[in-house]
């Protein structure tokens, strides 16, 4: 089933760990978004990709690390994890740099 | 700055009319987006509007004016399946998308 996916979908981290969030797309959208999303804040773009090879800043990005090695992967890297970093974060991807965003179906993280 | 408003609850009645507003400033713009995410779930598109006017797909509508920095999403025939959040987004002059912080939609029977 053509989508994006990501993993895990949910965990527990203990603060000052490390933890990678999994992103990867099927349908060959060339850019690709990763989003925090907290109660009674909109969603906050932490990074993005217009296309493989490059990445930018986003809003909120401190803490935060991405690489776009391909097309179809877009991982998230927190290097050491903090518990203001506890939030659900959303993979999107989309066709251009101008259009449509499919999310993926996010990952809750706890940091304690 | 940018910045996104729209209202944080509404209540509705099942078979009912909706209209969600929302009101945008932001550095420049190139579309506005609807999406609707039930709880614990994703966001997924509902609507776009990159000129004036009045986009109609089924039971949803969705307008917009530039002018006034403002655009609305209608719900017809409302169903309770339609209880979920209403996130509006705005691609600004960088084409990233600059987030409303939703409105929660209650139907009631």
């Known amino acids: 089933t053509a989508g994006i996916t990501q993993a895990p979908t949910s965990q527990i981290l203990a603060a000052g760990r490390s933890m990678t969030l999994r992103c990867t797309q099927d349908?060959?959208?060339?850019?690709m978004y990763w989003y925090r999303q907290d109660l009674g804040l909109g969603l906050r773009l932490i990074h993005y990709s217009n296309t493989a090879g490059t990445t930018g800043k986003g809003e909120v990005p401190d803490g935060y690390s991405v690489s776009r090695a391909n097309t179809d992967d877009f991982p998230l890297t927190l290097a050491s994890a903090v518990p203001s970093q506890t939030s659900v974060y959303f993979c999107a991807s989309s066709d251009s740099e101008s259009g449509g965003q499919f999310f993926g179906p996010g990952t809750r993280l706890t940091v304690l | 700055g940018q910045n996104i408003d729209q209202p944080t609850e509404m209540t509705a009645t099942e078979g009912a009319i909706v209209q969600i507003n929302c009101t945008y400033q932001t550095s420049g713009f190139n579309g506005l987006f609807w999406y609707q995410q039930h709880a614990g779930e994703a966001p997924t598109f509902l609507s776009y509007?990159?000129l004036d006017g009045l986009e109609e797909k089924g039971r949803f509508s969705s307008f917009l004016s530039r002018s006034k920095g403002y655009s609305y999403l209608l719900l017809k025939e409302l169903q309770m399946k339609d209880s979920a959040s209403y996130l509006c987004?705005?691609?600004?002059?960088?084409?990233?998308?600059?987030w409303g912080a939703g409105t929660k939609l209650i139907i009631k029977p």
């Open positions: 509007n990159v």
């Open positions: 349908m060959r959208h060339n850019a």
């Open positions: 987004a705005v691609e600004d002059s960088n084409y990233q998308l600059i």
